[in-house]
């Protein structure tokens, strides 16, 4: 059995992928490059706990596929934290996503159905914030 289909059976509704635009359509604007794009998500994968999106983002005068990889800090949470955007070529394919997706959990020790950082309450300031 490939592991989206095992992923899938394990986690149920917290299996999702979604794709939002075909390569075809990606081409397109790469190629045209237009300018003052936002970051426009093409496909997204979540398992559990664990995201990835296909986005198209500008850098300098051209649009670039990459992806951004989020976590939650507790399972039933509705907010995402960006956790790594890792350098990986990226593709909208699902298998590709989890192959990539899975890499990150395991190389980071993390996991699709359970929280692996310690919750902070509360809200900082902005004067507070480091980074």
């Known amino acids: 059995m490939n592991r989206a289909k095992e992923l899938?059976?394990?986690m149920g509704d917290g299996y999702v992928y979604q794709r939002f635009m075909t390569d075809r359509?990606?081409?397109r604007l790469r190629r045209q490059g237009p300018r003052h794009m936002e970051d426009?998500?093409?496909a997204s994968l979540t398992v559990g706990c664990m995201k990835i999106n296909s986005v198209l983002?500008?850098?300098e005068d051209s649009l670039w596929l990459g992806y951004d990889v989020y976590v939650k800090d507790s399972p039933g949470s509705s907010e995402?934290?960006?956790f790594d955007c890792p350098n990986d070529r990226a593709s909208l394919?699902?298998?590709d996503m989890l192959a990539v997706l899975d890499r990150i959990v395991s190389e980071n020790g993390l996991s699709y159905t359970e929280c692996?950082?310690?919750r902070l309450e509360g809200i900082f300031p902005p004067d507070k914030i480091i980074g």
């Open 80 to 82: 995402w934290i960006c």
């Open 25 to 27: 359509e990606v081409f």
């Open 8 to 10: 899938r059976r394990t």
């Open 116 to 118: 692996c950082f310690e």
């Open 57 to 59: 983002f500008q850098a």
């Open 40 to 42: 426009t998500v093409a």
């Open 93 to 95: 394919k699902e298998q």
